[in-house]
């Protein structure tokens, strides 16, 4: 039985002819294998002719909330039932631990082909190097390398860097301790305002919760109006908190008003609210969903942090102890599912997911 979540993905290969990303560096021209064309369910840029280009960002943009404010709680609350989605300033992570995370994600990236490509994530394997994990259910690929970490990236940086690996190592740690703790903050708010007793949650703060952080890497796209940087997805997690390198790509969709762009603010972590809590807050808050695209002169960079249960925590609609003491009680909206039952949902189903645990 899988107790980790690397242990889970293992139960879930991705096919082999998959997994390889192409040298984007040596790519002049848009190979055909990452041209999308509309009937891909596509469009990108600003300059795309095709009707869901991004709303008018002075009318809309998700909320930016400083944790420091007094009112923070409820602002947090407000957005997640609204958009799934907020900016979340003043969290107290040190402005040089995320420029060294930045940093040593550069370099990373700037890593020969080759050299990444010792790192590569097998076809049962979660951590490493390699391509987007919902890419086998789009007919195209994306323009879109990765690097995920699951606990220590110490083997694979060691493979990438056998004498200087240690810097890249302790920042990565860091960074998932700080991630963390505000996972803890948040999570925590999110459950009081659902009327979630902690003693329903016991698993927050121990250390089986299941945790991941990706590197993403967006390289200069020849041509970015027909190139998908990420698909359009729901995480899986409880939540994910994002860091943004300065160049915008991230959208999220919005019911009602379409792709709405997540604007970088030095400094601000995205987060947004994930499948997981989507299922436990029975519905209130939705998992939003989102996408990332290209532009044709600048590397974007991204750091993303999931945060959920354990992988044997069994989630259900966790509902409100009729707070009107009008003795009505809320329907599950979805049935009980395991965290790793769900990512096996997840991997076998991508979006669809969800709707089959539907009551
Ligand atoms: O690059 C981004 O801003 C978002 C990344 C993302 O959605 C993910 O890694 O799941
Ligand atoms: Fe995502």
């Given at each position: 039985m899988p107790t980790t979540l690397s242990e889970v993905y293992e139960d879930h290969p991705i096919h082999l002819q998959h997994i390889v990303p192409i040298d984007f560096s040596s790519a002049q021209t848009l190979p055909d294998s990452h041209a999308w064309s509309q009937s891909d369910g596509f469009s990108s840029g600003s300059s795309s002719v095709f009707p869901d280009t991004p709303a008018d960002d002075r009318l809309f943009s998700i909320p930016l909330i400083d944790l420091m404010n007094p009112n923070a709680s409820d602002l947090i609350c407000q957005a997640c039932e609204s958009w799934g989605a907020?900016?979340?300033?003043?969290?107290?992570?040190?402005?040089?631990?995320?420029?060294?995370?930045?940093?040593?994600?550069?370099?990373?990236?700037?890593?020969?082909?080759?050299?990444?490509?010792?790192?590569?994530?097998?076809?049962?394997?979660?951590?490493?190097?390699?391509?987007?994990?919902?890419?086998?259910f789009f007919p195209k690929y994306m323009w879109h390398e990765g690097f995920t970490i699951l606990g220590s990236s110490k083997d694979h940086a060691k493979e990438l860097w056998p004498h200087d690996y240690e810097r890249f190592c302790e920042t990565m740690d860091e960074y998932q301790k700080?991630?963390?703790?505000?996972?803890?903050?948040?999570?925590?708010?999110?459950?009081?305002?659902?009327?979630?007793?902690?003693?329903?949650?016991?698993?927050?703060?121990?250390?089986?919760?299941?945790?991941?952080?990706?590197?993403?890497?967006?390289?200069?796209?020849?041509?970015?109006?027909?190139?998908?940087?990420?698909?359009?997805?729901?995480?899986?997690?409880?939540?994910?908190l994002v860091h943004q390198s300065q160049i915008s790509g991230l959208q999220i969709h919005k019911e009602g008003v379409g792709w709405v762009r997540v604007h970088p603010i030095y400094g601000a972590l995205a987060i947004n609210v994930g499948d997981l809590l989507h299922i436990l807050s029975n519905g209130r808050f939705p998992s939003a969903f989102h996408r990332v695209t290209v532009n044709q002169t600048m590397q974007r960079f991204s750091v993303a942090y999931f945060y959920g249960p354990p992988v044997d925590f069994t989630v259900s609609p966790l509902l409100s102890k009729d707070v009107s003491g009008s003795g009505e009680v809320e329907a599950p909206l979805y049935r009980s599912v395991t965290v790793k039952e769900y990512v096996g949902m997840k991997a076998k189903y991508l979006e669809k997911a969800l709707s089959l645990l539907k009551n």
């Open positions: 907020f900016q979340l300033i003043g969290h107290g992570i040190p402005s040089k631990l995320i420029e060294e995370v930045d940093s040593e994600s550069r370099r990373l990236f700037a890593l020969p082909s080759e050299q990444k490509l010792k790192t590569l994530r097998s076809p049962g394997g979660a951590a490493g190097y390699g391509i987007a994990r919902i890419s086998p700080q991630m963390k703790m505000i996972s803890h903050k948040l999570i925590r708010m999110m459950l009081k305002h659902l009327n979630i007793s902690e003693e329903e949650v016991k698993w927050i703060g121990s250390t089986t919760e299941s945790t991941a952080l990706q590197l993403n890497s967006y390289p200069a796209c020849p041509d970015p109006d027909r190139a998908m940087g990420l698909a359009p997805h729901t995480d899986t997690s409880l939540m994910t």
